[in-house]
């Protein structure tokens, strides 16, 4: 985990990426109680902007290649960590931005903050998404002021009243 | 561990050892378990994961589980 997280911090300082923060399942292992997962998702914010639709993560896997860590199905292992990197939309450049500094180890990195993870989450809003929610929700120190304003800015109020009539009855 | 439940009046009461609970008060203490381990370090909760993972392996047929090198 350590290794890994010293490997993304390269990509930046390289300057082969603008800035990463960890999302998915791990960041929410941050704020909520622990549960299994095996992959460690990665939001990249790329130098460069897609071009006519394009996104080249190229450079990134070049440099992982050149470390010797290779794709292996959908991840690459860096250090026995499979890693998902996921080059980031609009929103998920925000979450990055916003995304709290830490340090794992004596290692600095950056974790999506609960209000970015929910919405998130319920843009996915797959099975696995909404129970991560409903974990944030009951566990993590959510800042719902700042959710509203996440979920306006990005036109997602409507669906978060739908998820809390849906699960929570209100 | 003793285990008894007395339904009485429509609730179920759940007795361990000494003390007796209502399942919403057992739900409430669930709940706040959660809430103490979600204020563990984020290396804490890593270890965590990592023994999660180890007990998926053990208990998978398929042997597909990675298991995180810390």
Do not use: C
């Amino acid at each position: 985990m350590k290794k890994a997280l010293e490997i993304l911090n390269e990509l930046k300082k390289e300057q082969i990426i603008k800035d990463y923060a960890i999302g998915g399942a791990i960041a929410t292992i941050r704020w909520v109680e622990p549960f299994f997962t095996q992959d460690l998702d990665v939001f990249v914010v790329l130098k460069e902007e897609a071009s006519e639709g394009i996104i080249d993560l190229s450079p990134i896997y070049e440099y992982f290649k050149n470390k010797g860590y290779l794709w292996d199905k959908q991840w690459i292992v860096i250090e026995g960590v499979p890693v998902d990197i996921f080059p980031a939309d609009e929103l998920e450049r925000k979450a990055v931005e916003e995304a709290q500094e830490i340090e794992y180890e004596g290692v600095k990195t950056k974790i999506i903050t609960p209000e970015y993870l929910i919405v998130l989450f319920l843009k996915s809003n797959r099975d696995k998404d909404i129970r991560k929610i409903q974990m944030l929700l009951e566990q993590a120190e959510v800042n719902m002021d700042r959710l509203n304003e996440i979920l306006i800015q990005f036109g997602l109020r409507e669906k978060f009243d739908d998820f809390k009539k849906k699960y929570y009855g209100k | 561990m003793i285990l008894k439940r007395n339904i009485m009046e429509n609730e179920i009461k759940i007795i361990i050892y000494d003390k007796v609970y209502t399942r919403e008060e057992l739900h409430k203490m669930e709940e706040e378990f959660r809430k103490s381990r979600a204020k563990l370090s984020f290396e804490e909760k890593i270890k965590i994961l990592v023994d999660l993972q180890k007990l998926a392996f053990n208990l998978s047929k398929k042997k597909e589980i990675i298991i995180w090198k810390l």
